[in-house]
């Protein structure tokens, strides 16, 4: 009985765990085929690239040259290299500038997205200056803005106001060049933040409604405080982002007039591809990676950012 | 399955288009057919070289040339890549601030002993070009072209003012008669001019003078001709200096005068100028006068908007005196074939070719003979080119530009400094003799 009882009742036990087992096995080996394309694109462009630049941030290497062992004299240079800390300061500020304008715009524009309409057109709109390739970006704004024949001192001088120099005077360049990233990127911004005020659920502002809540407390007290991850992921994106501004300055400045918009990813350029400081460049980026690395992280322990209050 | 045999058939691929770095030609030896790489960044001088590389073929049927033209924007950039990963062009246009990088780092052939061999004649050249090329006794090129500096002017606004720019003097004190011409050529938006009462220098409609003041560390277009003819000298040595005098108050003097320039309105202030070039803003008429090269003749000559034409720089205290520049053709050291490469390069630089380019205008050729050719072309097509060429000619008018290591490092130094003074940052004197020390400790550091 026992037997009999247990015989048919072995296999199902047996079988899914056998089953199982075997699927593991089979799953196992399908994982690593998924994984394969993006762990080799990993591997190949951004691993060895990095232990590479590692490696030459530690030697002379001027792309012509064989590459010689120098230690940490890259690294050494760097703290007294007056550029350098110039550009961090003036990324710096760029990334607040950037940050700050692309964050009050987006979620102006977002807010409006999500209580006023939900227009497809008009969300679509939103992202097509994001879509414009960056170098045609800075291109326009550069004959637009141009000191003596662009448009926007056109208009300004037609209205009785001085012209401007706006990507040549240094107290005007780098706000200009924050003002021509901002146009391109707030859509995306703003989109994004939309679809994180979409997350909220709809019975929460009715609450609020219900509650007495006007239109601008329900935004502050309600909508902002829930999308808190996808804030802190957005602005963790943007600052990175941010970080890495280099076309619209080669575009439209080169980092000048006087150093006013050398931001750090174009410094490093510059000392790669025009002075073929490789060594050191490669130096300057790995110090990139690490303030990048700080920061990020701060920022996600600030914000709470994989914690949900509506969770 | 599928994703890990696409991933490999991208490596694959990846590896082959590596590996495919034979280099153009394919054949490693010089008897077969070969085909070599020209580079050049004039898209002007495209065509005058398809038919000198179309005659070449004709002599040599065995080579073939394929033209490579890249902006000069990205010229550099493009070399010193190819280099990397030794694939750049066997034959390459060559210029002087950029050139003693290369030698340095092994990546030009000595021409020397193929010059003797075939026994080139230097002396066809106009004087000075060949030398240049000459770094340690060895030769890195063959002379190519050259250009001067002169004045460009918008002719209807010159004549409007009642002026003749024939024979203008210049000091870095007062200006002299080219500083009066200046002013009289601004015009304010209500229509006085610089030199009338009641000018407001805050409402110009026209400049007198659109100065290429962002201009690296040799001012070519501008303040380095007028800083030589005020009696500075750039270097100790040319070529191949190791001191600098940058902190020359005779520079500093020079500088200084510009910068006076903005403040009195006959130059746009730099930070409100147009960044989109000189020959833009005079091709809109909104400046008179500027200081260009023999390289832009066609340029201004052919401009649809305005009419343009030359005159010789101002004669300052030393005297009249103009930058004078030439580009050579070098071989690639990294070349499969540097028998063809040499040959190529021996008819670049002979008249054969340099005739050519003087019959289509487009440069005028280190061959002395050739820019009497090119002159003559030039006149055939009505353009008066005597401001540059006479001034080529003239007993100590001119003076090379500075050849020295580090030349890029020293144009990003002096041309920042020169900025500063620009903005009215710093004074001339103490921005120039800060750029000084560092350019100067660019050699002190074994670099």
Known sequence: ?311 | MNKAHLAAGALLLLTAACGGSGGPGGSGADDGPVTLTYALWDDAQQGAYQQCADAFHKANPGITITINQAAWDQYWQNLTTQMVSGKAPDVITMQTTYYPQFVKNGQLLDLGPMAEADKVDFGQYRPGLADLWVKDGKRYGLPKDWDTIAIVYNTALVKKAGLDLGDLTWNPADGGTFEKALARLTVDTSGRRGDEPGFDKSKVAVYGIVAELNDGSQGQNGWGDLAVSNGFRYIDKNPFGTRYFYDDPKLAETAAWFRRLMDKGYAAPYDKKSSLGPDVVLGSGKGALGITGSWMIKTYLDSTEQKFAFAPLPTGPQGRKSAYNGLADTVYAGTEHPEAAWKWVKFLGSTACQDIVADSAVAFPAITSSTERAVKAHKAAHRDVSAFTSQADAPGGTFLLPVSDHGDEIDQIVGTAMEEVWLGQKDARTALTAANQRVNALFTAGG
């Open chain 1, 1 to 311: 009985m026992l037997l009999r009882q247990g015989e048919p009742a072995a296999p199902p036990v047996a079988g899914p765990a056998h089953r199982l087992k075997a699927g593991a096995r089979g799953d196992g080996r399908l994982a690593a085929a998924f994984l394969a394309p993006a762990l080799i694109g990993f591997g190949l462009f951004y691993l060895y690239p990095a232990l590479r630049g590692a490696w030459y941030s530690m030697t002379d290497w001027n792309l012509l040259s064989r590459p010689r062992f120098v230690g940490l004299d890259n690294y050494a240079r760097l703290l007294h290299d007056p550029l350098f800390w110039n550009s961090l300061k003036v990324t710096a500020g760029y990334v607040v500038l950037n940050l700050g304008i692309q964050l009050v715009a987006g979620l102006g524009l977002a807010a409006l997205l999500h209580r006023l309409t939900r227009s497809l057109v008009l969300r679509s709109l939103l992202v097509v200056p994001w879509l414009v390739p960056n170098v045609t970006t800075g291109l326009l704004w550069m004959w637009l803005l141009d000191a003596d024949l662009g448009f926007v001192n056109h208009l300004l001088t037609g209205a009785g106001l001085p012209a401007q120099g706006f990507l040549t005077s240094p107290d005007l360049a780098l706000p200009s060049v924050a003002v021509i990233t901002s146009w391109s990127g707030t859509g995306y911004t703003a989109l994004l933040l939309y679809a994180g005020m979409l997350l909220v659920p709809r019975h929460v502002y009715e609450a609020a409604a219900l509650d007495g809540s006007g239109e601008i407390r329900t935004f502050f007290r309600v909508t902002l405080p829930l999308m808190r991850p996808i804030l802190a992921f957005v602005l963790v994106v943007s600052l990175i982002d941010s970080f890495q501004l280099f076309d619209a300055v080669a575009v439209t400045t080169k980092g000048g007039p006087v150093n006013a918009t050398r931001v750090i990813y174009h410094y490093i350029y510059e000392q790669a591809f025009t002075h073929f400081k490789m060594g050191y460049a490669s130096a300057l980026a790995l110090s990139l990676v690490l303030v990048l690395g700080v920061l990020t992280f701060v920022q996600m322990r600030l914000l709470r950012a994989s914690a949900s209050d509506l969770a």
